[in-house]
């Protein structure tokens, strides 16, 4: 599987920013697919994710009621909806995935397998 994600960029603070990831190879309906941010001199650290048996969606307590998540099986696109951003959400976005993670893994950064290259998410107070 292959990942790209895009959208990221300079955005003031309550503003809102779209990411998307694209996906090309695996069986794209049935993987589950996250989101991931890292800061500088932080860990990777879950954001979001949509789990593949259900296409139920899951949430940071940092972005609940702010952030959404959704897949389009037919472009095989994911995509995340960051709205009323603030300065802390400033961090790289990574989408990733993996068709074979257990549930208990699902916020785990090393149980994925494929990672887009990043896209900087920059909020200005």
């Known amino acids: 599987v292959q990942l790209q994600a895009s959208g990221g960029g300079l955005v003031q603070a309550g503003g809102s920013l779209r990411l998307s990831c694209s996906a090309s190879?695996?069986?794209?309906?049935?993987?589950?697919m996250a989101w991931f941010r890292q800061a500088p001199g932080k860990e990777r650290e879950f954001v979001a994710g949509?789990?593949?048996?259900?296409?139920?969606?899951y949430f940071a307590d940092s972005v609940k009621g702010r952030f959404a998540t959704s897949k389009d099986n037919t472009k095989n696109m994911m995509y995340l909806q960051m709205n009323n951003l603030k300065p802390e959400d400033t961090a790289v976005y990574y989408c990733?995935?993996?068709?074979?993670?257990?549930?208990?893994?699902?916020?785990?950064?090393?149980?994925?397998?494929?990672w887009g290259q990043g896209t900087l998410v920059t909020v200005s107070s």
């Open positions: 949509l789990w593949r048996d259900t296409g139920r969606s």
């Open positions: 990733a995935a993996n068709p074979r993670i257990i549930f208990s893994d699902f916020e785990n950064p090393q149980r994925y397998d494929y």
């Open positions: 190879g695996g069986t794209f309906r049935s993987t589950t």
